[in-house]
């Protein structure tokens, strides 16, 4: 029995357990559906809310409807007043345009005969004022015409006078030379010759105390010495290495006896390509001798650069020293000194010649030329 009875509240037990949790379900259920309900009937409320709500907007937008229909109304009838006023305004305007019209051809028809006039007056003023310019005209091309032909004989004149200068400065160049010449042969040569002659007259007096011998190795002494002052004079008139190796040796070997009797010359060549005629060279040459004379007798210089130099087709001589220098600004009366000279050799090269030089600062002297 007691076992019985304790398997009896077990399985009562287990009812009650099942029925307490299905009633739980029940009431979830029913809590559930209550909720269900609620929210159902909220939004059966809501719809009606917002039913009302549809029916007071339809309301209004009927209202708004029957204003814009009054507005429209309103509108057409403004429209209609509008149009009216619009024509009414067009035909005034096409009036008051007409008579505006009618005016402006009037206007227009006076002014066109006033601008007739006016042409008419203009036209002849042009044509006097080009009849006057055209007088004017050919007086002034007659005057430019007198003006060109005097400017032209003005120009001959002066390259007349140039040629006649540069001619004038060769000519004294040649009688310098010549001068020159004549001096070394006299002072030197002849001298010389002179002593020979008389040594060589002692011979034919019977009364001389000298031995033949003596006599004859003193004049042959005397004869070598006037072979060598004759050698001088010819490589001064004409170098025979400017003949067989160029300007550049010529300007090497003269500065370099200049040094041995004394001179302080220094001479720098460089690049000198030995592809320059004859006679440029010989013209150079002649400059170089005459700008390192003038250097030594007139500018009392204590150091004396001869320097030649050969870029591409350009030639290049330059002749410094540091002497007591001149006034470039009185180049006039320098002239001689054998600047015309000078210049008159570089413009036969189609040169350029730039001096400068100022008192107490000695002189530089720039030659530039082509080679060909």
């Known amino acids: 029995m007691d076992i019985y009875k304790e398997l009896f509240d077990g399985e009562k037990m287990s009812k009650a357990k099942d029925l307490e949790a299905k009633y739980e379900m029940a009431r979830k259920e029913k809590d559930l559906l209550q909720v269900r309900l609620l929210a159902e009937q909220r939004n059966r409320e809501l719809i009606h809310t917002r039913y009302l709500s549809g029916q007071k ?60 006039k006016i042409y008419s007056a203009l036209t002849i003023a042009l044509f006097l004022a080009a009849a006057f310019l055209y007088y004017a005209f050919k007086q002034r091309s007659n005057a430019l015409k007198q003006k060109q032909r005097l400017h032209n004989l ?24 010549r001068t020159r ?17 008389i040594e060589l007259s002692a011979l034919q007096e019977p009364g001389t105390s000298l031995p033949r011998q003596t006599i004859v190795h003193k004049t042959m002494h005397h004869l070598d010495s006037a072979v060598d002052e004759l050698r001088r004079i010819a490589r001064s008139m ?22 041995k009797s004394g001179v ?46 050969q870029r591409d087709n350009q030639l290049f001589l330059v002749v410094e020293d540091d002497g007591k220098g001149f006034d470039t600004t009185h180049l006039q009366s320098l002239k001689g000194a054998g600047l015309a000279n000078i210049q008159s050799r570089v413009e036969m090269l189609n040169g350029t010649l730039e001096i400068e030089s100022a008192p107490g600062t000695g002189a530089a002297f720039d030659i530039e030329c082509v080679v060909k």
Do not use: W
């Open 264 to 309: 302080p010359v220094s001479c720098q060549v460089y690049n000198y390509q030995n592809n320059m005629s004859h006679g440029r060279q010989v013209t150079l040459y002649r400059i170089a001798q005459e700008l390192v004379n003038n250097a030594v007798k007139h500018a009392s210089a204590s150091q004396i650069l001869v320097q030649l130099q």
């Open 181 to 197: 010449l004549a001096r070394d042969l006299h002072d030197g040569l002849g001298g010389l010759l002179s002593g020979v002659k």
């Open 238 to 259: 004409m170098p025979e290495v400017l003949i067989k190796y160029g300007l550049g040796e010529a300007i090497k070997e003269y500065c370099n006896g200049l040094k």
């Open 154 to 177: 003005e120009l001959e004149q002066i390259n007349q006078s140039h040629r006649m200068s540069v001619l004038s400065a060769m000519l004294e160049g040649q009688e310098q030379e």
């Open 57 to 116: 907007d339809q309301a209004l937008l009927a209202a708004k409807y029957a204003a814009a229909l009054k507005d429209k109304s309103l509108l057409n009838a403004k429209y209609k007043a509008e149009v009216q006023q619009k024509a009414l305004t067009d035909a005034n305007f096409k009036t008051a345009k007409r008579e505006q019209e009618l005016k402006t051809v009037n206007e227009r028809f006076t002014y066109n005969r006033k601008l007739n």
